[in-house]
T-cell receptor
Framework: AQSVTQLDSQVPVFEEAPVELRCNYS??????LFWYVQYPNQGLQLLLK??????LVKGINGFEAEFNKSQTSFHLRKPSVHISDTAEYFC?????????????FGQGTELSVKP | DARVTQTPRDKVTEMGQEVTMRCQPI?????VFWYRQTMMQGLELLAY????????DSGMPKDRFSAEMPDATLATLKIQPSEPRDSAVYFC???????????????FGPGTRLTVL
C-alpha cells in the first residue's frame, strides 16, 4: 500500500519569491508520481508527472519537481511565484504495477501568494 | 478539446431528498473515478469503474450512496436519502486503464458542489 504526506498544509509567500512544496511518499513497489493543482472553484489539473528517467521533471507554469528515491520525496519548486499561482497543490502516487489503478493523494498544500 | 464534464455544477437540496450527479468521461477513457472533497477530510476516493464495471467502492457509504455506469459515456452517483454531512464537492475523473502509456494519469471534471440543508 502507498501513502503520501504533504508536509505543509499552508505556505504563504510573497510574489516573485521562490517556493518549495514538500511531498514524501511511502511504497513497497515502484511508483509513478504526480503533482496536481486546484484553482479556486475548479477541478484538479495535472502540473507534472514523474514516470522514469531524469529525476528533474518540468511542468506547466514554470513549476518543476525532483524525484529523490533514497529520501522517497517528490518536492515541487518554482523559482519565482506569481499571484496567479495561489491555489491548492496535491501530490499523488500510483503503483506502477497496477495499470489504470488508483491515485493516492496527499492532503494538499494551500499556496497563498501575497503582493 | 477533450474534457470531463459534470452536471449539475451546483446543487442545493433538503435533507432526505434524492440527489443524482452525472459525469461524462473523456471519449475513449475506460476508467472512471468518483471523489468527494471536504475541508475536514480532503480528497476521498469513493468508487471507481473500469469498462463500466465497479472495481472498488469501498470508500462509499453503502446504505445511501450508489454509483453506476449505464453506458460508456455516462457515470452517475446517487445519494438517497441525502444528509447535511454529505455536503461537499464531488469530482469525477477519467483515465485509460490498462494502457501502459497512460501511466495512471487521471483527468478531472469541474466538480458538483452539493449543499444539503
Amino acid at each position: 500500500a502507498q501513502s503520501v504526506t504533504q508536509l505543509d498544509s499552508q505556505v504563504p509567500v510573497f510574489e516573485e519569491a521562490p517556493v518549495e512544496l514538500r511531498c514524501n511518499y511511502s511504497s513497497s513497489v515502484s511508483v509513478y508520481l504526480f503533482w496536481y493543482v486546484q484553482y479556486p472553484n475548479q477541478g484538479l489539473q495535472l502540473l507534472l508527472k514523474y514516470l522514469s528517467g531524469s529525476t528533474l521533471v518540468k511542468g506547466i507554469n514554470g513549476f518543476e519537481a525532483e524525484f529523490n528515491k533514497s529520501q522517497t520525496s517528490f518536492h515541487l519548486r518554482k523559482p519565482s511565484v506569481h499571484i496567479s499561482d495561489t491555489a491548492e497543490y496535491f501530490c499523488a502516487v500510483s503503483d506502477r504495477g497496477n495499470q489504470g489503478g488508483k491515485l493516492i493523494f496527499g492532503q494538499g498544500t494551500e499556496l497563498s501568494v501575497k503582493p | 478539446d477533450a474534457r470531463v464534464t459534470q452536471t449539475p455544477r451546483d446543487k442545493v437540496t433538503e435533507m432526505g431528498q434524492e440527489v443524482t450527479m452525472r459525469c461524462q468521461p473523456i471519449l475513449g477513457h475506460n476508467t472512471v473515478f468518483w471523489y468527494r472533497q471536504t475541508m475536514m477530510q480532503g480528497l476521498e476516493l469513493l468508487a471507481y469503474f473500469r469498462n463500466r464495471a465497479p472495481l472498488d467502492d469501498s470508500g462509499m457509504p453503502k446504505d445511501r450512496f450508489s454509483a453506476e455506469m449505464p453506458d460508456a459515456t455516462l457515470a452517475t452517483l446517487k445519494i438517497q436519502p441525502s444528509e447535511p454531512r454529505d455536503s461537499a464537492v464531488y469530482f469525477c475523473a477519467s483515465g485509460l486503464g490498462q494502457v501502459p502509456s497512460s501511466y495512471n494519469e487521471q483527468f478531472f471534471g469541474p466538480g458538483t458542489r452539493l449543499t444539503v440543508l
